[in-house]
């Protein structure tokens, strides 16, 4: 088993900037990628970034891609996601995922793929 914990949400105005992390514990030599996903006030969980542990690759949704960062540290079990130029429209819980399997970096846009979830942590940003 993979224990995932996020932190640094919280309010922000727009335009603003949160740093997000994920730490995570246990079994955690078994994972291949880790994800952040968001579920925006009454709507679906959604893909926001991913990053495989083979060569670092990361994979961003359209909406977020120039304004949002992930990177992370295997060794250290961390993953982070970097969130510049924060709008409104990037309220959400935001939701760490480590996944076991690797394969191409498109099909970490899926939320199947993931095999352990953090609990979320809650970004709201102010117009």
């Known amino acids: 088993q993979v224990q995932l914990v996020e932190s640094g949400g919280g309010l922000v105005q727009a335009g603003g900037s949160l740093r997000l992390s994920c730490a995570a514990s246990?079994?955690?030599?078994?994972?291949?990628?880790m994800g952040w996903f968001r579920q925006p006030p009454g709507k679906e969980r959604q893909f926001v970034a991913a990053i495989s542990w083979s060569g670092g690759s990361t994979y961003y949704a359209d909406s977020v891609k120039g304004r949002f960062t992930i990177s992370g540290d295997k060794a250290k079990n961390t993953v982070y996601l970097q969130m510049n130029s924060l709008t409104p429209e990037d309220t959400a819980v935001y939701y760490c995922?480590?996944?076991?399997?690797?394969?191409?970096?498109?099909?970490?846009?899926?939320?199947?793929?993931?095999?352990?979830w953090g609990q979320g942590t809650q970004v709201t940003v102010s117009s």
């Open positions: 995922a480590a996944r076991v399997v690797g394969g191409p970096l498109s099909t970490y846009y899926y939320q199947r793929g993931y095999d352990y």
């Open positions: 246990g079994r955690t030599l078994t994972t291949n990628g």
